[in-house]
């Protein structure tokens, strides 16, 4: 007797906790439309949690900056072999890499040149940076999955088949975020100005924020003492890193720590102090006012400005392709600088006001039923096979 058709089958690789975030989305979305999909290869808590098997831990990856990758280079080729093989030696019917794309590009170029379909989610920032990437890419991707609509455009001129899927975020995220409400929920005075501190996901932005951040809260507390502050942390590493930088003075300030849930600390707040990355456009979802600041090692800074295209690193300034929100990066992240900006903010309405009148806009053309267009996307593949 003939055994049964073996279940869809999906490679899959997330490399931090904005893809693993990215990845649980993808995996309901395709989930929806076939039941008995089966996930395997790199995954985080979010996408273990809806049944994708992870071969080794996301963390692994979960270093960046040129000096950083390199200290751990050795173990990261070495995880990237070794998935490769078990790919290859069992392999999906279809290759999906979130994000990481300094692991998945090289990985996805392997598996296409063995007749693996590899699609590519979230496209490299090769309109900030590294533009030459794109001839990587079109050996590397199949079909190259965008989140921001102006990206498209990009790899049609390539010849790269890609579809414009929108950001799940912006389908998760209320339009009309209630502070009040989130106020009520976290048992916090609707009256108390209150400031989101989000340092980062990584370990390895702990190390460089940490100090940084509580410095900067430091500033606030002495001249407004009445400022509350609400920091999401999303690990025991990075939450461990963080205390022993606030408990490092006899100082006591108004802290409270909280396990993840960035967007409630986000949605009760006035404003927001973040480290670059997704968390920028999350804030920016919620309507939140909000300083960017960044630090990296110096060598990895120097060799970033060279290549960079752009003025800007946070996402909500790149969508409006201007200034909206203020970037304190490197030598100009100082706990004063940034204790100012953040300051400025809570002081000035007309400012905050005109800020989340942009974000709202934001929200408006990046809001497209993700679910549905990636699975339009996706499916096909899958069909083929």
Known sequence: MAGAARPPRVGIVAGEASGDLLGS???????????????????????????????????????????????????ILGIRRKLRRALLADPPD????????????????????????????????IWAWRGERIKKIARAVTHMLVVFPFEEAIYRQAGIPVSYVGHPLADMLPVNPDRAEMRERLKLSIKQPILALLPGSRVSELMQHA??????????????????????LMSRATRGIF???????????????????????MAAADAVLVASGTATLEAA??????????????????????????????????????????ELLQENATPEKLAAALLDLLADEDKRGAIEAEFASQHASLKCNTAERMAEAVLPYLERK
């Open 211 to 232: 100090q940084l951040f509580v410095d900067t809260a430091r500033l606030i507390h002495a001249r407004h003492p009445e400022v509350g502050f609400l920091v999401p």
């Open 285 to 326: 979802l919620l309507k939140r006012p909000m300083v960017i600041t960044y630090r990296v090692p110096k060598l990895t800074a120097y060799i970033m400005r060279r290549q960079a295209y752009l003025p800007w690193v946070g996402l909500p300034n790149i969508l409006a392709n201007r200034d909206v929100v203020p």
């Open 25 to 75: 989305h993808l995996i309901k979305a395709l989930r929806a439309r076939c039941p008995d999909i089966e996930f395997v290869g790199i995954a985080g808590p979010k996408m273990i949690a809806l049944g994708a098997r992870s071969l080794f831990p996301m963390e692994k990856l979960s270093v960046n900056g040129y000096v950083e990758v390199l200290r751990h280079l050795p173990q």
């Open 94 to 125: 279809l290759f999906i890499g979130i994000d990481a794309p300094d692991f998945n590009l090289a990985l996805e170029a392997g598996l296409k040149a063995r007749g693996i379909p590899t699609l590519h989610y979230v496209s490299p920032s």
């Open 243 to 265: 205390e022993r930088a606030l408990y490092s003075s006899a100082t006591m300030l108004p802290v409270r720590i909280m396990v993840g849930h960035a967007d409630y600390a």
